[in-house]
């Protein structure tokens, strides 16, 4: 007999464009290897949704556009003691639909693919295991302490224990807790959870690549619509670019994915381009010579720095962009914190044919001992099996 799981996660995971998107799908790949699977999800309005391939990779799939509240809702959500980001899109209507899910089959478990899907899960008595894509508390307080602006510092703090105490207790409450880094679980045990943390990397495999990249083009993927990955742009355009451009005024920023919300014509440079949403992202990774992370925020693994070492693409990250990579400096990629730093180490590799060959090639050998479908499949395994076992 089939083992029966229900799958609860966040947004439809297809097709894999982030980096969340692409644990979630890789998840649910895992897991369809292992018995049959039902899931509940949203349909995002930034980014397109393939929700045919959703259904066809379920049993039984239930999706609901995503309405998110207003963030006037967060002082609701203060005064109540909730956490806005867990609560801005919940739906009684999604509640409803993750009961008779339950109702009308018998699961063995219920994997729940990032925090905010716990909302739906406080009256489900069945073995549970929590997917962490970050460490969200950690994530809210980290950027917080970036933000100068007075009412933003208080409204981040109070979210940041509320957000906290809920992790807490989510974490407390499951049978077992998955993380993507070693970095996450420190945290997590940090916080006091005694529950089983178990580390199961990202998947990505490796690709060949085919040139050496056009002359002076810096690729980054990702989008504005995650604050820290928005943050981060903010910084390298501000403070990273103009000297970058001093030093190699020949140079081409590209960014693929949707701009931080707010950022105006005038605060983009020359040289600079925007490209929004990039279906073939292969084209690209190829023609760009150096990628960069310029994300101040760790936890959770940045799956495009993945890809971009998968390709043999050299790559400029500051230390909390590359968390959970295991990368070292001047071997696997470039580290780099300081606006000056980070840019003397794009403007090396643009310049050092011979660096950007050796890091790409450490990087490719990296991806593939690390980051390979197989560990994540047998790991998944292993742990249902053990968190089954001490339920009998």
């Known amino acids: 007999m089939k083992m029966r799981i229900l799958f609860l996660t966040h947004l439809v995971p297809y097709p894999p464009v982030s980096g969340g998107a692409q644990v979630s799908a890789d998840t649910l790949e895992v897991l369809s290897t292992l018995g049959e699977v039902d899931a509940c999800a949203f349909i995002p309005w930034w980014r ?39 609560f ?14 339950v109702a009308g089959c018998t699961y063995d478990l219920v ?30 307080d980290s950027y917080t302490r970036l933000q100068g602006k007075m009412w933003y510092a208080y409204a981040g703090r109070r979210e940041g224990q ?33 529950t089983k943390i178990e580390v199961i990397p990202p998947t990505v495999r490796t690709r060949a690549r085919k040139t050496d990249g056009e002359e002076g083009v810096i690729l980054y993927v990702g989008t ?27 140079a081409e920023f590209w960014m693929a994915g949707v701009p931080p919300r707010g950022l105006k014509k005038r605060e983009i440079p020359q040289c600079v381009r925007m490209l929004g949403y990039v279906e073939d992202l292969e084209i690209l990774y190829q023609r760009a010579k150096v990628f960069i992370a310029p994300v101040r925020v760790g936890s959770g693994v940045r799956l495009k720095i993945l890809h971009a070492l ?18 070292v400096d001047r071997v ?39 980051f390979h479908p197989k560990v994540k499949e047998e790991k998944w395994k292993l742990l249902i099996e053990e968190v089954l076992a001490g339920r009998n």
């Open 224 to 250: 504005g619509h995650w604050p820290p990955a928005a943050d981060g742009i903010r910084w390298f355009l501000r403070e990273v670019w103009p000297r970058i451009k001093r030093k190699h005024p020949s």
């Open 88 to 101: 801005r899109d919940y739906t009684a209507e999604m509640e409803r639909a993750v009961r008779q899910m």
């Open 310 to 327: 998968a390709r043999g693409l050299a790559v400029v990250s500051t230390s909390a962009g590359c968390e959970g990579t295991g990368a």
């Open 111 to 140: 994997i729940i693919d990032t925090l905010t899907m716990t909302a739906y899960t406080e009256e489900i008595g069945l073995p549970r295991v929590l997917q962490e894509h970050n460490v969200e508390w950690y994530v809210v």
């Open 332 to 370: 696997h990629m470039r580290i780099a914190d300081t606006a000056e730093d980070f840019a003397e180490a794009v403007v090396e590799i643009l310049k050092n044919r011979r660096l950007a060959d050796q890091l790409g090639k450490a990087g490719q050998t990296l991806v593939q001992e690390r």
């Open 162 to 194: 509320l957000i906290r105490r809920y992790e807490i207790k989510e974490c407390v409450r499951s049978n077992a807790v998955v993380v993507l880094s070693e970095e996450d679980r420190g945290r997590l045990r940090n916080l006091g959870v005694g």
């Open 48 to 86: 397109p949704a393939d929700v045919e391939t959703f259904r066809r990779k379920t049993h039984r799939s239930f999706v609901l556009p995503l309405r998110r509240k207003s963030t006037l809702f967060w002082v609701k959500c203060a005064m109540e003691g909730k956490p806005y980001y867990i």
